[in-house]
């Protein structure tokens, strides 16, 4: 189980940058063994997007009203 969650929050809402950003984080925490979920803060509907066609997706998170 991950005891630590890896988050970025990109300057763009786009499917394919948060698609290119989660296999990012998953050939990092692959390559040094890092024991974390990762995620990639878009909204749920973009996040899904990747999901949908494979992308190594750990945990969907939206914030709310900024919080």
Known sequence: MAKR???VNPATDSVGTVEAL????????DRFQI??????LAHVTTQ????????PVD?????????
Not at 48 to 55: F, H, N, V, Y
Not at 59 to 67: D, M, P, R, Y
Request: charged share 20%.
């Open 5 to 7: 969650l890896s988050e």
């Open 22 to 29: 989660l296999h990012m984080l998953d050939r990092i925490r």
């Open 35 to 40: 024991p974390a979920q990762i995620c990639v």
């Open 48 to 55: 899904m997007r990747p999901l949908e066609r494979g992308a």
């Open 59 to 67: 945990l969907v998170f939206q914030s709310i009203a900024g919080t």
